[in-house]
């Protein structure tokens, strides 16, 4: 006979495999909102709610006797989109949706949360305080679903805010922690340069807006070499670089994009100016025009102390000591767990998911990447465990084993 958690894990994988068949992009998550919000009213004590047109806030209400114990408001976060990528992974469950994948592990992370609310929803009467499950829509596109949410209100009242994120760099059994800054704000920037064109065999007579924008790509990277200290240096990458068609003419104008990632709010604001600073003064130096458009996105995510200790103490009671990573470094990458940390006291890790069998282990967004269904119950667990921690009635907690 199957334990509570093999049951529960169980039905973890099968969900997580429904998100994984049936795909949607950002802001289009109909069908994969309306699957989870039909599936948490089938559970007991939840109080469950549309925020918005793809999204769901469950709310579960601890209903302990005379608890000696805090009350805590805590809120646990999945994110729910996919990408616009045609899926390659060598599974028997891939996306039928083409052209569109899960590719970064949300359906995962939809799942473990999904198997969390039907676990805690068993034991409300040992729940004291509320715990709220957020499956937030669109998290892969500005300006993201997760500010969205804020401005609906959800994190109003919320003492913690808790999320995990799957990582193909980690083998099963295993969780990275980290405290400070988890991961990078992201801007991106499009340059235009406009000059004078003309016939290439009369240069004298153009402003080129060629060469300029690649003496603009070359000391843009003095940026990070020479205008910002090393202790706090962003990365800053030329992605995109169009200029001409025909190949006796010199063109009119060129284009050229990229990205900042940095890590604190002083070092974001001052790459953008030192930016724009060399682009209008290699600009003019040569007699061209210049324009430069910013898409500013998500915020550093920034993991709190406190938060970040209730994590570590859940952590270890369930994963072995070698098995608990400490991060040293920040990721470059974004999320838009952000707008949740920048006002709430968080805590977002990594999962590791990866299968030695499977051999390589393709990264976050790749066409071939894959999750190891077997680590879906310590993300379950882990939820679970942090909030028996805040919210439990008793001191100790009740395994799930």
Not at 245 to 259: D, F, K, Q
Request: some cysteine; overall charge negative; charged content about 25%.
């Amino acid at each position: 006979m199957k334990t509570i958690q093999e049951t529960v894990v169980d039905e973890v994988i099968s969900w997580r495999r429904h998100f994984h068949e049936n795909p949607e992009l950002s802001y289009q998550e109909h069908q994969t909102s309306e699957f989870i919000y039909r599936k948490l009213k089938t559970f007991t004590g939840l109080e469950v709610t549309r925020p918005t047109e793809t999204s769901v806030l469950a709310v579960l209400k601890g209903a302990a006797k005379k608890s000696p114990r805090k009350s805590n408001t805590i809120s646990f976060r999945a994110d729910i989109d996919a990408l616009p990528i045609e899926e390659e992974a060598d599974i028997e469950y891939t996306s039928k949706n083409p052209g569109v994948m899960h590719a970064c592990g949300h359906d995962a992370h939809a799942a473990m949360l999904l198997g969390a609310a039907k676990v805690l929803s068993g034991k409300i009467d040992e729940i004291n305080g509320e715990i709220r499950f957020i499956f937030q829509h669109a998290e892969e596109v500005l300006p993201g679903g997760a500010q969205e949410l804020v401005k609906k209100g959800v994190m109003e009242g919320v003492d913690y805010a808790f999320a995990l994120h799957v990582t193909p760099y980690e083998r099963t059994g295993t969780i990275c922690l980290r405290e400070g800054v988890f991961c990078a704000a992201a801007d991106d920037f499009e340059i235009k340069i406009i000059g004078q064109g003309g016939h290439a065999s009369t240069p004298e007579l153009t402003v080129d807006p060629l060469i300029i924008g690649a003496e603009i790509t070359t000391n843009i990277q003095h940026i990070v070499s020479r205008k910002i200290s090393a202790l706090r240096t962003p990365v800053i990458s030329v992605t995109q670089f169009h200029s001409g068609s025909a190949l006796n003419v010199i063109p009119e104008y060129a284009e050229i994009s990229g990205t900042i990632r940095s890590l604190d709010a002083d070092s974001r604001v001052k790459a953008r100016e030192y930016l724009e600073q060399i682009v209008k003064g290699i600009s003019e130096a040569h007699g061209a025009k210049c324009e430069v458009t910013w898409y500013l996105g998500y915020p550093a995510v920034v993991n709190d102390k406190a938060a970040v200790d209730i994590s570590r103490t859940v952590m270890e009671g369930i994963f072995e000591e070698n098995n608990i990573i400490q991060v040293d470094d920040p990721m470059f990458g974004t999320e838009d767990f952000s707008a949740f940390s920048e006002i709430v006291p968080s805590s977002m890790q990594f999962l590791g998911v990866h299968d030695n069998e499977f051999g390589k282990a393709y990264p976050l967004h790749h066409p071939k990447f894959k999750v190891d269904e077997k680590a879906l119950g310590y993300g379950v667990r882990y939820f679970v465990g942090i909030a028996e921690k805040l919210c439990g009635h008793q001191n100790n907690r009740e395994s799930m084993d």
